[in-house]
């Protein structure tokens, strides 16, 4: 049975950092390429950050480059999502994906707000 858990979000103030967990299970996790997405209230989910299979790739939008980083351990079927300078915008609930599976887990709610 496929699964993602998310953890780690909560409420942080402004300039401030969350570090984000994606627990997976249930597929083939070195096989699958990873990414994070966000959605905020009344708005489309967005990309966030990717991570190749083995880690040495990633990509971020612009809107989080140089803030957030993601990261993988592949022996811990782990994905992780450092998240610094946080802005109100950064508001949203975290999903992370597997490109080889079609679920979707229930999310990390991160709130930025002083």
């Known amino acids: 049975q496929v699964q993602l858990v998310e953890s780690g979000g909560g409420l942080v103030q402004p300039g401030g950092s969350l570090r984000l967990s994606c627990a997976a299970s249930?597929?083939?996790?070195?096989?699958?390429?990873m990414r994070w997405y966000r959605q905020a209230p009344g708005k489309e989910r967005e990309l966030v950050a990717f991570?190749?299979?083995?880690?040495?790739?990633?990509y971020y939008p612009d809107s989080v480059k140089g803030r957030f980083t993601i990261s993988r351990n592949n022996a811990k079927n782990m994905v992780y999502l450092q998240m610094n300078n946080l802005k109100p915008e950064d508001t949203a609930v975290y999903y992370c994906?597997?490109?080889?599976?079609?679920?979707w887990g229930q999310g990390t709610r991160v709130t930025v707000s002083s």
């Open positions: 994906k597997a490109n080889s599976v079609d679920y």
């Open positions: 249930g597929f083939i996790f070195s096989d699958s390429t």
């Open positions: 991570i190749g299979r083995s880690g040495d790739s990633s």
